[in-house]
């Protein structure tokens, strides 16, 4: 696609239940990441995938929170037994992989759990 | 460890310049730098890697210190479209492949 699509682009949902985040990466980008940017913050690593893999999971908050990514192409982010601390617009972004290229950003899901 | 961003905020008359910072504690391979503005996606304006070159065009460029594992983004002639905040993103050369942002430069340029 022309860029990076991410949906829902606005999510409600009650304590305890459980999110699905979906991004759809610029066709071609090898990796994908997810950061997630609190009201007024700065952008907090999450997780990378390359390809399918996920080299680097550091990033993932807590053990309700997990990703994949299928085809190389759509990621997935999931948050179980959502929290109230949880609430943040969650970015994706793409690159061709490797430390030469920008990141390509989506417009994000603005995640609150109430 | 997240590098350090400064200053947190600047504002401006249309047509002055403005420096921002970023300094990191550990040896970096890049660095990015971002443009936010409100409500919207972070956009790419520039990377500069270990052993290149200063970069930019015109009227924003930057330059990346590896001695002192420092970057600094220069924004001459400031237009009103300049608003918006500004993040470094470093990739340190133990972690490779991921961008830690810094927290951000909120610059405002008034007329």
């Known amino acids: 696609g022309a860029g990076v699509s991410q949906s829902p682009s606005n999510k409600v949902t009650e304590k305890g239940k459980d999110v699905e985040l979906r991004c759809d990466p610029i066709?071609?980008?090898?990796?994908l990441y997810w950061y997630r940017q609190s009201l007024g913050q700065g952008l907090e690593f999450l997780i990378y995938?390359?390809?399918?893999?996920?080299?680097?999971k550091s990033g993932l908050p807590s053990d309700r929170f997990s990703a994949e990514r299928t085809g190389g192409s759509v990621s997935t982010l999931t948050i179980q037994r959502t929290q109230q601390e949880d609430s943040a617009v969650y970015l994706c972004?793409?690159?061709?992989?490797?430390?030469?290229?920008?990141?390509?950003f989506g417009s994000g899901t603005r995640l609150t759990v109430v | 460890q997240q590098p350090v961003q400064s200053p947190q905020a600047v504002i401006l008359r249309e047509g002055e310049d403005a420096v921002i910072n970023c300094s990191s504690s550990?040896?970096?391979?890049?660095v990015h730098w971002y443009r936010q503005k409100h409500g919207e996606a972070p956009v790419f304006l520039m990377i500069?890697?270990?052993?290149?070159e200063q970069k930019g065009h015109e009227k924003i460029s930057a330059s990346f210190n590896e001695k002192k594992q420092q970057s600094s983004l220069y924004l001459t002639a400031s237009q009103l479209s300049y608003s918006g905040t500004y993040f470094c993103?470093?990739?340190?050369?133990?972690?490779?492949?991921?961008?830690?942002f810094g927290s951000g430069t909120r610059l405002l340029v008034r007329p």
């Open positions: 972004a793409s690159s061709l992989g490797g430390s030469d290229y920008g990141y390509t």
């Open positions: 066709s071609g980008h090898t990796a």
């Open positions: 995938f390359q390809g399918n893999s996920a080299p680097d």
């Open positions: 550990k040896a970096l391979y890049s």
């Open positions: 500069l890697l270990k052993g290149g």
């Open positions: 993103g470093t990739e340190r050369m133990d972690s490779s492949y991921k961008l830690i």
